[in-house]
């Protein structure tokens, strides 16, 4: 696929993909959500592959939200289509991917934007970010999962306190909350990024997509989390890596995982 609202560099089995129309401060229209999918698809079905960072084009924002001027008009019946379909192709797809995919916040994340950092598997900040999920300012609720997502991450008290008043929290403050779990400068956002990506790849990455499964059953009704990490944990001892991580523990040395 082709890629006009978005661009992927990948280097050292590390992907970052950006998000990028920073003259409407990355606000996620149509064609750019279709383009994440695909190409989150491409990047966590390659092997090559180890993590995935998304993040924003330009200094100034991650993504300001779901397009208003797409959803101005819609009905009752294109309302609910366009979060069920949304949450479907990104939202949901990104939680559940295998790959690690983490989220470097380099500025506004609010509405789709904050829904869609909630969605990665975690999140680290610069310290110009601003977080929130300002719809009811503009008469709807979140609907990519906003509502669901962040009383997992800070709390039901503060979740409702953020969604009801639209206001926007700092880095700092979301690290309190445990929105993010780094706030520092700009420059060294994505240097730091590179680094918990660098720590994560010494590391099986079959074990880990194991973990990501079993972490996400806990948060789904239909899903019993502990009896999902039994399933995951037994499945690991039939996998090569597995043998090669006890193996070389064994033998006193750094494992060197084939990802099977
Ligand atoms: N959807 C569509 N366009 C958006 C957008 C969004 N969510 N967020 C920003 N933009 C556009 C603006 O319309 C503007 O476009 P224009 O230059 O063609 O007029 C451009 O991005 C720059 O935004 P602007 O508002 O001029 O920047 P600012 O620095 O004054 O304010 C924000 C920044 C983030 C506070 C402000 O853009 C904002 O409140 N955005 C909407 C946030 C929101 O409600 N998101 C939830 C949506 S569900």
């Known amino acids: 696929m082709e890629y006009h609202n978005i661009y992927i560099e990948e280097e050292n089995n590390v992907a970052i993909i950006t998000i990028d129309r920073p003259k409407k401060l990355n606000a996620l229209n149509k064609a ?32 300001a939200g779901a397009d208003i001027s797409e959803f101005a008009h819609f009905t009752v019946e294109n309302g609910g289509k366009l979060a069920a379909k949304g949450q479907k192709m990104l939202f949901d797809f990104v939680e559940s991917l295998s790959t690690p995919v983490i989220a470097a916040v380099n500025g506004f994340a609010l509405g789709g934007g904050l829904e869609l950092a909630m969605a990665c598997h975690f999140r680290v900040a610069s310290d110009n970010a601003k977080m929130g999920l300002p719809e009811v300012s503009l008469g709807v609720i979140p609907g990519y999962g906003g509502t669901q997502r962040l009383p997992q991450l800070v709390g039901k008290g503060r979740a409702l306190e953020m969604i009801m008043t639209a206001g926007m929290i700092d880095a700092q403050k979301a690290m309190g909350y445990g929105l993010v779990n780094y706030a520092v400068p700009q ?5 730091l990024c590179q680094k918990l990506a660098s720590k994560i790849m010494n590391n099986s990455s079959v074990a880990i997509a194991q973990a990501i499964k079993a972490i996400n059953a806990g948060y789904s009704y239909n899903n019993d989390g502990y009896a999902v990490e039994i399933d995951a944990f037994g499945a690991c001892f039939g996998t090569n890596d597995f043998k090669e991580g006890t ?3 064994l033998e006193k040395r750094k494992a060197d995982f084939p990802g099977s």
């Open 247 to 249: 193996t070389a523990f």
């Open 187 to 191: 420059e060294e956002l994505m240097p």
């Open 32 to 63: 750019t959500i279709e383009e994440l999918h695909e190409a989150f698809k491409e990047l966590d079905e390659d092997p090559n592959t180890k993590v995935i960072i998304l993040t924003g084009s330009g200094e100034k924002a991650f993504v």
